[in-house]
């Protein structure tokens, strides 16, 4: 029984790696395949040519790809962003192999945004040279009540202005 995990990703996306393939919640590191520059026109593919070769595979288990892709230099900035789509195949007749259906596609959308900050003094005259930097509260378990993290990205001072701006991509 084979399984395809079908992605698509806009050009302002640019797929890394997989970070885990799961079953029941359980990651598994054999049975599957990628396929990074398939010729459908995917960005990626992961593919388990027979599901009843995974041992870890039962009726009714949950089939799981966790992945990073980052925004690159083509990256939309605010609306409409930048899409990814995903639409899994899969065996539809045990008689025949090579038959397949299609899930509907799935789509999410990436936003980015620019954020234009200005450090002042009391007095409201710009701070040449302030440094700046972007942060998020994450929850974690080494720290279940939270804690700030750094953002990566970019950010940089426009030269004597005392403007910063902030892009995560």
């Known amino acids: ?36 520059a398939p010729e459908d026109g995917c960005t990626f593919e992961v593919v388990f ?61 990436v936003f980015t945004y620019e954020v234009i900050v200005e450090k002042t003094d009391e007095s409201g005259e710009k701070l040449p040279g302030a440094a700046f930097s972007l942060e998020k509260w994450v929850i974690d378990e080494e720290y279940p009540g939270g804690h700030w993290v750094e953002v990566p990205g970019e950010i940089a001072e426009d030269e004597g202005s005392g403007l910063g701006r902030a892009q995560t991509i």
């Open 1 to 36: 029984y084979k399984l395809i995990f079908h992605d698509r990703e806009s050009d302002g996306l640019t797929f890394d790696h997989i970070t885990g393939v799961f079953v029941d919640g359980q990651e598994i590191e054999t049975g599957w395949e990628l396929i990074a």
């Open 49 to 109: 040519q027979d599901l009843k070769t995974v041992e870890a595979v039962h009726g009714g288990s949950e089939i799981a790809v966790e992945y990073i892709s980052v925004l690159n230099e083509n990256a939309v900035i605010g609306v409409p962003g930048n899409p990814n789509e995903m639409r899994m195949e899969y065996s539809n007749n045990p008689t025949d192999e090579t038959s397949t259906g299609f899930t509907p596609s799935d789509k999410v959308v």
